[in-house]
């Protein structure tokens, strides 16, 4: 469960009666509409002595959590704010006022906004990184904007101990898939590591013939072929999938990349479509191939920001109104519609292994790509609206050509022309919604420039 910080203040004048009344009411929104525990540190007035500011920082520091929510229910002079912000000033903060209300035909006010215009511009001078909400008389909490927010905010903490991992490096001597490891870590909070394919090969050995057998079982059971399909094809997939496996698990991966066309297909002889499926399927890992690693630490941070199994696709072809997208092996069986289903099949000189041919769902998606340049880190973002592909075939696949896993998007808040002026790389990661506002709170929080 994510935990959040709360602490709510008003002004010594102000009825206390009428701001507790106020500071329940923003703390039952919170609950009913975020799923989050609310740590609350009490209602702060701006007594001579601090008693209720001080008290609500013994409250706040004795606990851990990923964003402090500064609710301000009334004029409340900024100096008794800060007496509690600025042991906090380290941790994303949120701040909202609240609303006044009718009565008897007229507006009643505890000047709400008079408090937060003074804050507003205090917390910016001090370099705070907060957002700021209000609510208005007679609508609904802004609920969402401060989901958005509460999403970044304990995206970016999770990050922090988020561990990715490659298999190789710059797959194809590709530029775009590198990556500047200091930046990572220090800005973004993303560790990753590399080991080498002989890891790989030398833990074939040490794996147990039953757990093969249980993954063949698995395999034969779950997935639907097309074309009939020797065991040993799928004996092999399985166990690269559980000789990689080991890694992951002695090192608590949360997402891999594997050498792909110069490493598995080049040297092993085995395209890695059904080995990226059981990753998935043993280590819940999130997947890339080609040593995208700036793919793969845009999966981490679509996946703290959506708590979804995110998968890349990439660009095949450009229309007037939308642009083809397709994994050229496999999607996640989180997004496939529908059963799994595979076919043995080989590209080019390539050897045979299985292919997935499943369906991915369609709807509203979140499109994002995390590059860097110059220094900067950048995120391209659109909203588009995935639908199902038209039938369409890559050039080089063994007759009868498989229609690979695709979509066709159609960008909601971009022209085409516009999107291809920004496009940053032929890989992009989807989430299933529209969390774009959750992506804007990430960058701002992590120094991140967005491009939308």
Same mark, same amino acid.
């Given at each position: 469960m994510k935990k959040?910080?709360?602490?709510?203040?008003?002004?010594?004048? *102000?009825?206390?009666?009428?701001?507790?009344l106020l500071r329940d009411q923003a703390l039952a929104d919170l609950k009913a509409g975020l799923d989050v525990t609310v740590v609350d540190a009490g209602l702060v007035i701006d007594d001579v002595k601090y008693e209720t500011a001080?008290?609500?920082?013994?409250k706040l520091a004795a606990e851990d959590f990923s964003c402090l929510i500064v609710c301000v229910a009334g004029w409340v002079p900024t100096?008794?704010?800060?007496?509690?912000?600025?042991?906090?000033?380290?941790i994303p903060m949120l701040l909202w006022g609240l609303c006044g209300w009718r009565e008897n035909g007229k507006i009643v006010t505890t000047a709400c906004q008079a408090g937060t215009t003074a804050i507003r511009p205090t917390f910016e001078a001090l370099h705070y990184r907060f957002k700021y909400v209000y609510s208005i008389i007679g609508k609904p909490a802004p609920l969402d904007k401060i989901k958005a927010f509460v999403q970044a905010a304990c995206a970016a903490r999770a990050l922090r101990t *988020?561990?990715?991992? *490659?298999?190789?490096?710059?797959?194809?001597?590709? !530029?775009? *898939?590198?990556? #500047?490891?200091n930046s990572m870590r220090g800005q973004l909070g993303i560790e990753v590591e590399p080991f080498e394919m002989l890891e790989m090969v030398q833990n074939l050995d040490t794996l147990e013939? @039953?757990?093969?057998?249980?993954?063949?079982?698995?395999? +034969?059971?779950h997935w639907e072929f097309e074309e009939p399909c020797e065991d040993a094809l799928i004996e092999t997939g399985v166990k690269y999938a559980l000789a990689i496996g080991k890694k992951i698990k002695e090192r608590g991966y949360r997402g891999i990349s594997l050498v792909d066309v110069d490493g598995m297909k080049k040297l092993c002889g085995f395209p890695p479509a059904m080995v990226f499926m059981l990753l998935e399927? !043993?280590?819940?890992?999130? @997947?890339? =191939? #080609?040593?995208?690693?700036?793919g793969l630490a845009t999966q981490a941070i679509a996946a703290e920001l959506t708590g979804q199994h995110v998968p890349y696709m990439e660009y095949y072809e450009f229309f007037d109104d939308s642009m083809l997208i397709g994994m050229p092996d496999y999607i996640p069986l989180a997004i496939t519609q529908g059963p799994v289903r595979v076919r043995p099949t080989a590209f080019g000189l390539l050897n045979a292994s299985l292919l997935n041919v499943s369906k991915p769902k369609t709807g509203l998606v979140t499109c994002m790509r995390l590059f860097y340049l110059d220094g900067q880190y950048y995120m391209h973002t659109y909203l588009a609206d995935a639908k199902e592909a =038209?039938?369409?075939e890559e050039y080089g696949w063994a007759p009868p050509a498989p229609q690979l896993p695709s979509l066709q998007v159609f960008p909601k808040d971009c022209t085409v022309e516009e999107f291809a002026q920004k496009v940053s790389?032929?890989?992009?990661?989807?989430?299933?919604?529209?969390? +774009?506002? @959750?992506?804007?709170d990430f960058c701002r929080l992590t120094g991140i420039t967005m491009l939308d």
């Open positions: 959040i910080g709360f602490v709510c203040f008003g002004e010594v004048n *102000t009825p206390y009666e009428r701001l507790e001080d008290a609500a920082v013994a100096h008794a704010v800060v007496r509690v912000t600025d042991h906090f000033r380290h *988020t561990r990715l991992c *490659t298999m190789g490096y710059r797959d194809m001597l590709l !530029y775009g *898939t590198q990556f #500047e490891g013939a @039953s757990a093969i057998q249980e993954g063949v079982d698995y395999v +034969r059971k399927h !043993y280590y819940g890992v999130y @997947s890339i =191939p #080609e040593n995208d690693i700036m =038209p039938a369409w790389n032929q890989h992009v990661i989807l989430c299933y919604g529209d969390y +774009r506002e @959750s992506v804007r």
